[in-house]
């Protein structure tokens, strides 16, 4: 069965510090997706970043990238130079096929990230 | 602009009653979903709907109803058969390429209280 986890519950960082947040999958699926969402505490969720499973190159988007280790099943998401606007939960998603041959996302349990001045 | 609009932001109910989550999209997008968020957890999903009068069932179906008579809507309504609503609800919507990488946007979601 596929499988998000997120073994960081909480992290902590210094602004302007890199940090890097968790994520393992597990999947027997050949062709799926890798996503990264923000959640602050207004409850929306943002859309990050996102990596194919066959995509060569590591997936990068301004000041965050994804550290994608298809050997290891991991996904983590490397945020550089942190900002006090960067604190808030952080989730890790996988795209599945669902009965119809329609992708549906499966979602981990989150990080919560604080940022410190 | 283009965007996921959920409303209301905050919905109280008393047990028993049916309330609607009203979703609506500008995007385009042919795919919408139902989340369900409870504390400390991620998300799961309730319901999606591939394309007008069709939606499928997703995890937790359960208690719930949905209807996808235009494109640009896709309400939910929680029934009293629902035994534990109280929940933070997300709608969201995606292009459907049939591939891995259709991007999932959301909504701003609605928190649902059971008085």
């Known amino acids: 069965a596929q499988k998000i986890t997120q073994t960081q519950p909480g992290m902590f960082v210094q602004e302007k510090e890199a940090v890097t947040l968790d994520c393992t999958y597990d999947?027997?699926?050949?062709?799926?997706?890798l996503f990264w969402y923000k959640q602050p505490s207004s409850g929306e969720m943002i859309f990050l970043i996102y990596?194919?499973?066959?995509?060569?190159q590591n997936a990068t988007e301004g000041r965050y990238s994804l550290n994608f280790q298809k050997a290891r099943k991991s996904a983590n998401l490397v945020i550089s130079a942190s900002q006090l606007g960067d604190s808030a939960m952080y989730f890790c998603?996988?795209?599945?096929?669902?009965?119809?041959?329609?992708?549906?996302?499966?979602f981990g349990a989150g990080t919560r990230l604080a940022v410190h001045p | 602009d283009g965007g996921i609009t959920q409303s209301p932001k905050y919905l109280f109910r008393k047990e028993g009653q049916n309330v609607t989550l009203s979703c609506e999209q500008n995007?385009?997008?042919?795919?919408m979903y139902w989340y369900r968020q409870d504390p400390g957890q991620g998300l799961r999903l309730i319901y999606y709907?591939?394309?007008?009068?069709?939606?499928q069932k997703g995890d937790i179906a359960e208690g719930y109803s949905v209807s996808r008579e235009k494109k640009e809507s896709f309400p939910l309504t929680v029934t009293s058969a629902q035994k534990n609503p109280t929940a933070f609800y997300l709608c969201?919507?995606?292009?459907?390429?049939?591939?891995?990488?259709?991007?999932?946007?959301f909504g701003p979601g609605t928190r649902l209280t059971v008085l």
């Open positions: 969201a919507s995606s292009e459907l390429s049939g591939g891995a990488g259709d991007t999932q946007y």
């Open positions: 999947t027997s699926d050949p062709s799926y997706g």
């Open positions: 990596q194919g499973s066959y995509d060569q």
């Open positions: 998603a996988m795209s599945a096929m669902f009965s119809g041959g329609y992708n549906k996302l499966i």
């Open positions: 995007l385009n997008h042919d795919a």
């Open positions: 709907s591939q394309i007008v009068n069709d939606f």
